[in-house]
């Protein structure tokens, strides 16, 4: 299934969201434009390993403990989700992003929602650390943090409709479902990879476990922006 456009109100101009969808182009342009070999190590530097991370927590304890190189293993865990592998994995977070960050901005408002998409980024990435804490893959993608908006919208607007094409078979159609459907099916989707990728062997991994984490980051951060809601607007 893949959203076209949704019916929630748009409370604010997007500001931060669009900044946000020029950021993660620009720079997946500029990963582009790099040779193979720097490319390499680009990705490296400034995507999430756990098992950088996870080490260098296991040292701080010890005497010679680095600070820097802590700090080096840390920092991706926001520069991670502005880098991306590929076109259609940019253009996919694009898209969820442009159709469900705007409500979310305007809910929260500009600042708010800066910080809280990065939040949401990085608690993503810790989810998928706990999941497999010595990886040596890279982590990339502003998936996770993308997931807690939609979290986020399915405490918000839950009744929003969403146009969505759905492939049937050899046709494609339009139906125009509530949000809190197509968000409900979206996250059981990502329950079913999960299991789906522990039972099987040699398939490419993906981060199915940060899409989950920030989802459910999202809802805690929708539950409580509802509650201040209901409380700014309570007679």
């Given amino acids: 299934m893949i959203p076209i456009r949704d019916t ?3 409370y604010r101009f997007p500001i931060i969201n669009i900044g946000l969808i020029f950021l993660n182009v620009y720079i997946f342009i500029q990963q582009l434009t790099l040779p193979p070999e720097q490319l390499y190590c680009f990705i490296y530097t400034y995507g999430t390993v756990p098992a950088n991370l996870t080490g260098s927590l296991l040292s701080i304890l010890d ?3 680095s600070f820097s190189t802590f700090l080096a293993a840390a920092v991706p865990l926001v520069t991670a989700n502005f880098l991306h592998g590929g076109w259609l994995h940019l253009i996919g977070n694009m898209l969820y992003l ?11 408002g500009h600042l708010k929602y800066l910080l ?3 939040f949401m980024g990085v608690a993503s990435q810790l989810f998928h ?4 804490p010595f990886s040596t893959t890279p982590l990339v993608g502003a998936s996770g943090a993308i997931a807690g908006v939609l979290g986020a919208y399915f405490i918000l607007f839950p009744y929003a409709r969403i146009l969505t094409l759905v492939p049937i078979g050899f046709f494609i159609t339009f139906v ?4 809190v459907i197509f968000l409900g099916f979206w996250f059981i989707l990502q329950l079913l990879n999960t299991w789906m990728q522990g039972a ?12 989950i984490g920030g989802f459910i980051v999202g809802l805690a951060i929708g539950v409580l922006a509802k509650k201040r809601l209901v409380t700014k607007y309570r007679y």
């Fill in 116 to 118: 809280l998409y990065l």
């Fill in 8 to 10: 929630a109100p748009r």
């Fill in 98 to 108: 442009w159709i469900f960050g705007d409500n979310i901005e305007g809910t929260l």
């Fill in 129 to 132: 650390i706990f999941s497999d």
């Fill in 176 to 179: 125009q479902m509530p949000a």
């Fill in 63 to 65: 005497p010679g403990f």
């Fill in 200 to 211: 099987a062997i040699g398939v490419q991994a993906v981060a199915w476990w940060a899409h």
